[in-house]
């Protein structure tokens, strides 16, 4: 189920309008199988959230950040879209759906009726919320959109995106709080050093354990044809670094087709 209605006015972080009235800015919703992470291949729901506080110049929910595009759900609605589907997983994503108040209230609910949840978060906000999964993707500096590589200008988000990406602090209390997966967007080889460098300052900031199997590599690529570009070479770090490799299933299965 897209949902395609432009709510002009809307906050575009999406940070206000929901913290008053309890709802959420819903992009779209929908049943398809986990396509990354160590529940790839799982039948599950997603709920996906619109409004972001990066902006990732390869964002492959680009009307969740750039352009955000959604309706007003409240949870008691969402919760009913989700209970159409014979589905045991949750898969809260976005956008960003930590920076809605009301996604704590979503979290708390689906616990209450025993789904197991995932949330897709870029680990820059700690919510209080019980959460089964948290697949944390920190961005990296080949994430930032300057203005070579702006998709909707020139470089205007470069700056704030850099501020705003990376929290050790922020990522070590999620690591603590949850069973968390580390799910970096690797663009090539140049990432290594950062990956690198930034597992260890978690290490260091943290006793809870980081093992490097809870370090996931994943090709960037928003379509077959790029991931074709990616994949393999992506899949040699992992194997060269020691750490895991996830696959882009949906990619693969579904290309960029909306609602898979
Ligand atoms: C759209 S994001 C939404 C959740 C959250 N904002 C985040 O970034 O983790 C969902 C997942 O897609 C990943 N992603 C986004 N664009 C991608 C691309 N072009 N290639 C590979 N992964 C991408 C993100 O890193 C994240 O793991
Ligand atoms: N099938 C499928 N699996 C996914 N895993 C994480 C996704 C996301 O956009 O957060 C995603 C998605 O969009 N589709
Ligand atoms: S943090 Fe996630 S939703 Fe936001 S721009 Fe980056 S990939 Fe897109
Ligand atoms: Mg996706």
């Not at 709510?7 to 929901?18: F, R, S, V």
């Not at 045991?88 to 994503?93: A, Q, S």
């Not at 704030?160 to 603590?176: G, I, K």
């Amino acid at each position: 189920m897209p949902v395609a209605n432009d709510a002009p006015g809307a906050d575009i972080e999406g940070t206000d309008a929901d913290a008053e009235t309890g709802d959420l800015p819903i992009n779209e919703l929908f049943q398809s199988l986990q396509g990354e992470g160590r529940l790839a291949g799982v039948p599950s729901v997603f709920v996906r959230t619109s409004g972001c506080n990066l902006r990732c110049w390869f964002c492959d929910s680009y009307h969740t950040s750039w352009e955000p595009t959604h309706d007003w759900f409240t949870v008691d609605d969402v919760l009913a879209a989700i209970e159409e589907y014979d589905a045991d997983h949750v898969v809260l994503t976005g956008g960003e759906p930590l920076i809605h108040d009301s996604s704590a209230d979503l979290l708390e609910r689906l616990a209450d009726r025993g789904y197991h949840t995932t949330v897709e978060t870029n680990g820059t906000v700690v919510p209080d919320a019980p959460i089964d999964l948290a697949s944390v993707s920190p961005k990296l500096a080949s994430s930032t959109p300057t203005a070579d590589r702006d998709p909707d200008g020139d470089g205007e988000w470069a700056d704030r995106h850099e501020e705003r990406r990376l929290d050790v602090p922020t990522l070590a209390e999620l690591v603590e709080t949850y069973d968390t997966q580390l799910k970096f967007v690797v663009t090539g080889r140049e990432d290594m050093a950062e990956i690198e460098c930034l597992v260890e300052r978690l290490r260091d900031a943290t006793s809870a354990r980081v093992d490097d199997d809870d370090v996931l590599l994943m090709p960037e690529g928003q379509t077959r044809d790029q991931l074709e570009a990616t994949r393999e070479t992506v899949a040699d770090l992992a194997l060269e670094f020691g750490y895991r490799y996830t696959p882009r299933l949906h990619v693969d299965l579904w290309n960029d087709e909306p609602g898979t």
